[in-house]
């Protein structure tokens, strides 16, 4: 059973920085490109970033462009992003997703986990 | 960026009866060289995570019921629940995987009216 579960939220202050992971188990991690997606409060779903399954390329929404990075370890099953210089508008739940064998659709997900950005 | 528009936000639909939801997107997302739309459907129940129902416009995910069903190809796509159970009450959002950065319509909300 794919699982995939994200730590590493919890309460920033504005200009902080956060680092999230997402460990994947039940599934050849290697050979699947992962996605990292948000929502925030009673909003609706934002793409953030991608990797692909050797971490070679990585792509971005223009709102995290230059203060997120995505990274995996292939090694260790396990996604990150790492979040710096964050802002009040990046305060959402974010959920870490198997990308599609043949395509960027996110396949499966994990339960999400709460950053919150506030003084 | 591509802009995904969804209608309606929200929709009451009877139990059993059909249930429609229409994305649009700014561009096309038919590629051309595999005649394949690269254009997804999600379903998130309230305190959820998001579910994928259909990729490739029309291609229903494993272990999703055949009452739902995908249609349209461009700019133009559909989403129908054929006979509306109680657990299709959700938000169901498409998403364009054509180009980065990927992006998701606003989201419909479908209730049981």
């Known amino acids: ?119 | 960026d591509i802009v995904m528009t969804q209608s309606p936000d929200s929709l009451a639909v009877s139990l059993g009866e059909r249930a429609t939801i229409d994305c649009k997107s700014g561009q096309s997302v038919l590629y051309s060289s595999n005649n394949k739309n690269y254009l997804a459907w999600y379903q998130q129940k309230p305190g959820q995570p998001p579910k994928l129902l259909i990729y490739w416009a029309s291609t229903r995910e494993s272990g999703v019921p055949d009452r739902f069903s995908g249609s349209g190809s461009g700019t133009d796509f559909t989403l129908t629940i054929s006979s509306l159970q109680a657990e299709d009450v959700a938000v169901y959002y498409c998403q364009q995987y054509y180009n980065t950065p990927y992006t998701f319509g606003q989201g419909t909300k479908l209730e049981i009216k």
């Open chain 1, 1 to 119: 059973e794919v699982q995939l579960v994200e730590s590493g939220g919890g309460l920033v202050q504005p200009g902080g920085s956060l680092r999230l992971s997402c460990a994947a188990s039940g599934f050849s991690f290697s050979a699947y490109a992962m996605s990292w997606v948000r929502q925030a409060p009673e909003k609706g779903l934002e793409w953030v970033s991608g990797t692909v399954d050797d971490g070679g390329r990585t792509y971005y929404a223009d709102s995290v462009k230059g203060r997120f990075t995505i990274s995996r370890d292939n090694s260790k099953n396990t996604l990150y992003l790492q979040m710096n210089s964050l802002r009040a508008e990046d305060t959402a739940v974010y959920y870490c997703a198997k990308v599609g064998p043949d395509g960027d659709y996110e396949m499966q997900w994990g339960q999400g986990t709460l950053v919150t950005v506030s003084s």
